[in-house]
T-cell receptor
């Protein structure tokens, strides 16, 4: 079955440093979504990428979707303490219509030290 | 955020008990989902309902029984659970599950402990 691997599992940074998490799928994806879960909270949708090679930015966050639509990355520039949480990628297998059938990566837990 | 609500927020039950988790969405969505989130494991999709019809059962044991009486409400009935079923159970909704990859909105979850 489809597997989505996410690395690193943990990341500790000093406030102001950059952070990147990588997501790799065993199969070609139709789309990739990114979610953030604050400690004690629930996943909150951040963004979706659909096109091969797509790059989207949200303030200090930059999201990329690979040319082969099998990998993605999230980069945060100059982290702040409000960025702490777990970042998940989630993708849907290409070729079907069950777009809601997301396979989640195991997440990257980001800790930001002030 | 009150788009998707879940009750109870915490539940402790014995292995012989029967309990139900409730989820309600106020977003006018047509698809609803149950996920299981265990420590150090990815979110696992359990069930999907699209326009009140179950479209996905991800090989979930029969001790978990979903019910979707209408597009706004989703239940998860629990009976004779095992300690390894202890986890955070998340409900989510989206515009629909087919046609387009819509974003999913999650509820706060029910923290379940099976003793």
């Amino acid at each position: 079955g489809q597997q989505v691997m996410q690395i690193p599992q943990y990341q500790h940074v000093q406030e102001g440093e950059d952070f990147t998490t990588y997501c790799n799928s065993s199969t070609t994806l139709s789309n990739i979504q990114w979610y953030k879960q604050r400690p004690g909270g629930h996943p909150v949708f951040l963004i979706q990428l659909v096109k091969s090679g797509e790059v989207k930015k949200q303030k200090r966050l930059t999201f990329q979707f690979g040319e082969a639509k099998k990998n993605s990355s999230l980069h945060i520039t100059a982290t702040q303490t409000t960025d702490v949480g777990t970042y998940f990628c989630a993708g849907t297998n290409a070729g079907g219509t069950s777009y809601g059938k997301l396979t989640f990566g195991q997440g990257t837990i980001l800790t930001v030290h002030p | 955020e009150t788009g998707v609500t879940q009750t109870p927020r915490h539940l402790v039950m014995g292995m012989t008990n029967k309990k139900s988790l409730k989820c309600e969405q106020h977003l006018g969505h047509n698809a609803m989902y149950w996920y299981k989130q265990s420590a150090k494991k990815p979110l696992e999709l359990m069930f999907v309902y699209n326009f009140k019809e179950q479209t996905e059962n991800n090989s979930v044991p029969s001790r978990f029984s979903p019910e979707c009486p209408n597009s706004s409400h989703l239940f998860l009935h629990l009976h004779t659970l095992q300690p390894e079923d202890s986890a955070l159970y998340l409900c989510a909704s989206s515009q629909r599950w087919d046609a387009f990859p819509y974003e999913q909105y999650f509820g706060p979850g029910t923290r379940l402990t099976v003793t």
